[in-house]
T-cell receptor, first 114, second 114 residues
Framework: AQSVSQHNHHVILSEAASLELGCNYS??????LFWYVQYPGQHLQLLLK??????LVKGIKGFEAEFIKSKFSFNLRKPSVQWSDTAEYFC????????????FGTGTKLQVIP | NAGVTQTPKFQVLKTGQSMTLQCAQD?????MSWYRQDPGMGLRLIHY???????DQGEVPNGYNVSRSTTEDFPLRLLSAAPSQTSVYFC?????????????FGPGTRLTVT
């Protein structure tokens, strides 16, 4: 079975700082990778996803993530964070061919200080 | 197009009571799932369904039942509530093919069991 690790549980940044949130997964086969975001008081929504092709994926609001197969990683990045990026970020993985047993990481709470 | 809706938004139960959390989607998605979100544990899959009449267990199914009589609805039943079931519950749906398995989440139900 697949698993996902998010090593940063709580990150505090000042506005305009750069962001990188780590995500590592364990699974030997082909995977689909996602980052979801949950703004305070809201439900989860998709930030970006990787299925195949270019390993550098661009999502909404200036976020991007890079799939590095050799490192089993899918780190999320943003060059300059804003206060409105304060949220909890979840990495998730599903395996190709499976019936949607999407596994989520434990989440990283990002707090951006104005 | 309402997306994924959940009722109620908040619920307080006493230990031993039963209740049903409602989930509906109007996107004609084949796949629907229930997650619980607990601090520091991310989202854990409770049950899922790949179509009307087909359900299966996820990671933490004990104490919960589901059924899927229509494409639109996927209720989650707590048979005898326990304090360990205090959590935030999210329902999600997605197509099985075509949209890259992106899941659409409902707004959540915050359940407290005393």
């Amino acid at each position: 079975a697949q698993s996902v690790s998010q090593h940063n549980h709580h990150v505090i940044l000042s506005e305009a700082a750069s962001l990188e949130l780590g995500c590592n997964y364990s699974y030997g086969g082909t995977v689909n990778l996602f980052w979801y975001v949950q703004y305070p008081g809201q439900h989860l929504q998709l930030l970006l996803k990787y299925f195949s092709g270019d390993p550098l994926v661009k999502g909404i609001k200036g976020f991007e993530a890079e799939f590095i197969k050799s490192k089993f990683s899918f780190n999320l990045r943003k060059p300059s964070v804003q206060w409105s990026d304060t949220a909890e970020y979840f990495c998730a993985v599903s395996t190709s061919g499976g019936y949607q047993k999407v596994t989520f990481g434990t989440g990283t709470k990002l707090q951006v200080i104005p | 197009n309402a997306g994924v809706t959940q009722t109620p938004k908040f619920q307080v139960l006493k230990t031993g009571q039963s209740m049903t959390l409602q989930c509906a989607q109007d996107m004609n998605h084949e796949y629907m799932s229930w997650y619980r979100q607990d601090p520091g544990m991310g989202l854990r899959l409770i049950h899922y369904s790949v179509g009307a009449g087909i359900t299966d267990q996820g990671e933490v199914p004990n104490g919960y039942n589901v059924s899927r009589s229509t494409t639109e609805d996927f209720p989650l039943r707590l048979l005898s509530a326990a304090p360990s079931q205090t959590s935030v519950y999210f329902c999600a749906s997605s197509p099985l093919v075509g949209a890259g398995y992106e899941q659409y989440f409902g707004p959540g139900t915050r359940l407290t069991v005393t």
